[in-house]
């Protein structure tokens, strides 16, 4: 099954949550602000996020990911190596403001992407 989210505020980004009868789930994205729906939805439907997919380095596709990873503490995160560089580069994005909130477990998470 799969779930959209839409941030219809911030340019109709979206996240995908793709889900198994066994309520496993993989997220590819965090929708910007529809992060805390995604986190609602999973609780309500008792779904857990295995892994999740960054698609690129703006921070309207992985803003909020620090809760997600908290709830559900997925096996990895993945995103391409330039899109991680990109995280800390604050000329290229604004998501420095979340790499100053993250945690190390979220670091130790993540998988780099060839």
Same mark, same amino acid.
């Given at each position: 099954?799969?779930?959209?989210?839409?941030?219809?505020?911030?340019?109709d980004?979206?996240?995908?949550l793709l889900?198994n009868?066994?309520?496993?789930g993989?997220l590819?994205?965090?929708?910007?602000?529809?992060y805390?729906?995604? &986190?609602?939805f999973t609780?309500?439907?008792?779904?857990? #996020?295995?892994?999740?997919?960054?698609?690129? =380095?703006h921070?309207? *596709?992985?803003?909020?990911?620090?809760d997600?990873?908290?709830q559900?503490?997925?096996?990895?995160?993945?995103i391409g190596?330039?899109?991680?560089?990109? &995280?800390?580069?604050p000329?290229?994005?604004?998501?420095l #403001?979340i790499?100053l909130?993250?945690?190390? =477990?979220?670091?130790? *998470?993540?998988?780099?992407s060839?």
């Open positions: 099954m799969i779930q959209v989210f839409t941030d219809k505020n911030f340019r980004t979206n996240a995908y889900y009868n066994n309520n496993e993989i590819i994205d965090t929708a910007n602000g529809q805390n729906d995604i &986190l609602t609780s309500e439907k008792n779904i857990i #996020i295995t892994d999740i997919f960054i698609t690129h =380095g921070f309207s *596709h992985c803003y909020g990911i620090n997600i990873v908290k559900h503490n997925p096996k990895s995160v993945y190596k330039a899109d991680l560089l990109m &995280l800390f580069d000329n290229k994005t604004l998501v #403001i790499i909130k993250m945690k190390v =477990g979220l670091l130790i *998470h993540l998988r780099i060839k």
